[in-house]
């Protein structure tokens, strides 16, 4: 379903843009393979949960410059994107920082692992432990014979 | 004409599904046998209503009936044929009637097939199908009613989305309908069994055809969805963590865990508890799925407001069945004692591992999906949870599950040794931890998602065939190749699904972690060299398609001086819904794809192309194919056509 979004949004321009163009690579690899990296880490503003390495859309090519030009600039890779995230805002990060309320998200599927292995340990040891069949109730016994007459 | 006998046949289905809710519940509680009857009859009929309905709708497409609203909205004259039906579920409206329509198939399977089941439990399934039926068709009538005239019709449509007009993604949604509509089938079973207060291995017998059944159609169409985004979107990416992704993962990861949980309820009469809760949990995350695909919620909080009505009516649906279910559960469940005695290791604990990597990594997922929903009213934090979250902590379970996989299918149910079973798997484990070393070997500085991802694939399907190994028994290799061969359907199916996860790992891990990617521009007559290929722009023409205009490049593809393929990268421009798409060239193989994209045409002359190699790609969708296939494997198993038998004796 994804990219329709995009799509849509350009459907008002003639002719689509496509992702990384060949004018925007950089001569160096080494520098264009930390901002392919990177790029891939950062939301297209517009899009649907797409990042700027593979949108279509106009903004997410700015980004990609803007990235590069960091980049050539001498910027580490923490600095450029903090440089992108000042001006966009933390929206563009899709892996978000472990910072605040955040932690919540991070912590919660580890969190919620050990909870159920200490619940799957207990229900373990108890399985280990039950009492052996009780009899039949008054109510089983009754539907058994039910059942056995039936046939 | 049609389309009101449409509309009416819907309206007369939704009473039918009133009548089926209400009759056979009272019946079974009271013991009337003669309301209880009615259940079935009324399955049946509803599915020759809402079948009409449905082929109505069709018809209205097929012919271009540009009075009713929804085909002016999505379609058009020159659509080709398989487009104009296709047509019928691409959109809100008729993808609720298909749902419906999936629902109802549903309920008359058990109206017919369901004669092994005791006379309440059935009368209480279909009224409990019944009920999800009323609710499903009232909000179709009252919120998205599809059958809608306008007073003054247009000459033409306004065409389908054109990246729908694709043959993968026309049957992508009926495929992940009767997924996601199947688990309600578990779910009726799990909230009739509550109401009964009896949950017991025949119980869970007749909940796994269902659920399997419900899961391998999930797996089909998430396959298909997937591999239509890789060779559709252009780039060739098959995941994107979209939350229209996650809502069909998160029932079809639940749905994984209920299958194996109801093993344990159907061979040692545990997890009972836990197996309903799953089941519910299952159909809850399908309403889940269908909200956040519905409603737009997640996408953006404002798209909500856009149409709030039919948000808040499918919330409502869900408050009403999870919170009724639930409160059931909470209820009863304590009543569900659990029989089977086991020890800490064995075939039973690791089943219950299974059930928690699943269930946290879908509780990952889910909440990954809805974070910035709950960033945004909580806190008032716009942020966004993307791709490189979800593979850093959903990945870490599912390395878990495969680690754990060929382990828990070895080991003997009640009481095993962790020792023996590993003794066993010595020649798997040496095999994965060799090729591991030698794959990091022979990669230098590539991802370490290549040597991992060879490593858990050998582990388990070498697993899976040390498994079979020891079923076969002992004595001569005859012997024992003669005793596979006459293994129960089931274990086949077993391991044909095991060995298909295995493969889809492999795909997964290999394509990221050792694709090569080009990014140049081209003018016709030159040629570059990507990996041990040379390609060539041969000429570059304009076409036009049915209802399309085309830009198709002739590419050459060599390897060592010899022609191997000509692939034709197109781009197309769709007028009426003015949307360009790519149209990706892929030369298919098993060790790699080629895929080559045109780009714009450049200022000085030549165009921009983009070239990937994708190696063992094809194995990701393989794999998914296998994991079907053991799903169909497992549903002839012997023990389900007995059951099914013993329907045709009786009738």
Not at chain 2, 87 to 94: I, P, Y
Not at chain 2, 100 to 127: D, E, K, T
Not at chain 2, 515 to 521: A, F, G, M, P, T
Request: charged residues 15%; positive net charge.
């Amino acid at each position: 379903m994804k990219g329709i979004f995009c799509a849509v949004a350009l459907s008002l321009l003639a002719w689509p843009v496509f992702a990384v163009q060949p004018d925007e690579i950089l001569a160096d690899p080494a520098l264009e393979a930390r901002a392919r990296q990177i790029s891939q880490g950062l939301r297209c503003p517009v899009c649907r949960n797409e990042n700027i390495d593979d949108s279509n859309a106009g903004i997410a090519r700015d980004l990609r410059l803007l990235l590069r030009e960091r980049l050539v600039a001498g910027d580490t890779d923490e600095a450029a994107v903090d440089y992108i995230v000042e001006r966009y805002g933390e929206y563009v990060l899709l892996r978000p920082p472990a910072q605040g309320t955040t932690i919540v998200l991070w912590a919660a599927g580890p969190g919620l692992f050990l909870v159920g292995l200490l619940g799957a340990g207990i229900y373990l040891r108890r399985r280990r432990t039950a009492a052996p069949d009780a009899p039949l109730t008054e109510e089983e016994r009754r539907r058994l014979a039910e059942l056995t007459a039936r046939d | 004409m049609i389309t009101e006998l449409g509309h009416f046949t819907l309206i007369l289905a939704l009473f039918v599904a009133v009548v089926q809710s209400i009759l056979p519940m009272v019946g079974a509680h009271k013991g009337w046998s003669g309301w209880m009857a009615v259940a079935e009859p009324a399955a049946k009929i509803q599915l020759v209503l809402v079948g009409f309905a449905f082929a109505a709708l069709m018809h209205a497409f097929v012919t271009s009936d540009f009075s009713v609203r929804l085909v002016v909205e999505n379609s058009h004259t020159a659509k080709p044929l398989l487009y104009k039906i296709s047509g019928v579920w691409g959109n809100h409206e008729g993808s609720l009637l298909l749902w419906v329509l999936i629902l109802s198939l549903y309920g008359a399977m058990v109206a017919w097939f369901g004669g092994n089941l005791p006379v309440r439990l059935r009368a209480r399934v279909l009224s409990l199908q019944g009920m999800i039926g009323v609710a499903f068709m009232l909000f179709m009538l009252l919120t998205s009613n599809p059958f809608l005239r306008l007073g003054d019709p247009p000459f033409n449509g306004a065409d389908l989305n054109p990246l729908l007009q694709d043959p993968g993604l026309a049957f992508h949604p009926p495929f992940l309908y009767l997924g996601y509509v199947g688990m309600s089938m578990s779910f009726c079973f799990a909230v009739a069994a509550l109401i009964e207060g009896r949950v017991d291995a025949a119980w869970a017998r007749w909940v796994r055809p269902w659920t399997l059944a419900a899961w391998l159609f999930l797996t089909i169409g998430i396959a298909l969805g997937s591999w239509w985004a890789y060779y559709e979107l252009g780039w060739g990416g098959f995941w994107f963590w979209d939350p229209v992704e996650n809502a069909s993962f998160m029932p079809w990861l639940i749905g994984a865990a209920l299958l194996h949980s109801a093993i344990v309820v159907e061979k040692r009469e545990a997890l009972k508890a836990w197996t309903v809760l799953l089941a519910i949990l299952a159909f809850g995350f399908s309403l889940i799925g269908t909200f956040i695909v519905r409603s737009g919620v997640i996408t953006s909080v404002h798209a909500f407001a856009n149409d709030p009505e039919r948000g808040v009516f499918i919330l409502l649906i869900l408050g009403v069945f999870m919170g009724g279910s639930l409160s059931l559960f909470a209820l009863r469940a304590s009543a569900l004692e659990a029989r089977g005695i086991f020890a800490a290791i064995s075939r039973e604990s690791g089943l219950v591992l299974n059930n928690l990597l699943l269930t946290v990594s879908c509780f990952v997922v889910f909440l990954g999906t809805i974070w910035p929903l709950l960033a945004e009213i909580l806190w008032g934090r716009t942020l966004s949870v993307g791709a490189p979250f979800f593979n850093a902590a959903f990945t870490p379970f599912m390395i878990a599950v495969a680690i754990a996989l060929p382990v828990g299918g070895l080991i003997p149910w009640k009481r095993a040794k962790l020792g023996r079973a590993i003794w066993m798997l010595r020649g798997a484990l040496t095999l994965a931890i060799s090729i591991a070393a030698l794959v990091w070997a022979m990669q230098t500085g590539r991802s370490i998602l290549g040597p991992l991802g060879c490593a858990l694939a050998a582990w388990i399907v070498a697993g899976v065939l040390v498994e079979l190994w020891q079923r076969g028994g002992r004595g001569t290799l005859r012997a024992r190749l003669g005793r596979i061969g006459h293994l129960p359907r089931g274990d086949w199916g077993k391991a044909v699904a095991h060995a298909g996860f295995g493969v889809t790992i492999f795909g997964v891990c290999a394509v990221l972690a050792w694709q090569s990617e080009d990014i140049r521009v081209l003018r016709t007559g030159e040629s570059y060299d990507i990996g041990p290929y040379s390609i060539t722009l041969d000429a570059v023409h304009e076409g036009q398609g049915q209802n399309y205009l085309t830009t198709i490049a002739d590419m050459r593809v060599a390897k060592a001086g010899k022609q191997i393929a000509v692939l034709h990268p197109e781009k197309r421009f769709y007028p009426v819904a003015r949307m360009p798409t790519t149209e990706a060239a892929i030369d298919y193989g098993i060790t790699r794809d080629l895929y080559l994209v045109i780009g714009d045409p450049q200022d000085d002359g030549g165009y921009a192309v983009r070239s990937y190699i994708k190696p063992f790609a094809n194995w990701i969708w393989g794999g998914a194919i296998l994991m079907a296939l053991g799903g169909v494997v497992s549903l002839t198993d012997r023990r389900y056509r007995m059951a099914a038998g013993a329907v045709r004796a009786a009738g």
